[in-house]
């Protein structure tokens, strides 16, 4: 990921009636977003201490966690810093069949998802299981512009 690219978090969301989870009514749902401002790769043999003292990440989750268990990480990781845009949202968007059809997302290869593989929430789990890209707007400006229509008419933007 670059400046400028946008990571959107997606939740399961289950609903709780009664004092009991009802699994069975689940979703999947976006709840926000970050664009990218800056990339901080840390090699392996970094430490963390010079951004404990940047308000932009001495609160991150990730950055407090490694600097407490002190466990190096030797699959490229890095941190993120969010630009003012980055946002959780009012309400959450439902991720079904029927928005992944209509952007449309596709799987690694570039090809449609499979859903007659598993249930919706499978295919849904398995497509959106780690950060990748789904929609390139060089390739798929009209994929990119539904997308963002989307999230701005759920949220109330204009």
Known sequence: MTKGDFLFFLVRLVPYRNKQYKNQEGIFAFIGFLEIEEVIPLPSDSTIEPLLTSPAFNRNAHVMRWFKDRVPYDDGYVVYKGSINSRRFRKSIRLDRAFVEDIPLLTAAGAPWNWETNTEL???????RSARLHIDPNANSEGAA???????????WS
């Open 146 to 156: 539904r997308f963002w229509s989307r999230i701005f008419a759920s949220q109330g």
């Open 122 to 128: 499978a295919v849904i789990n398995s497509h959106t």
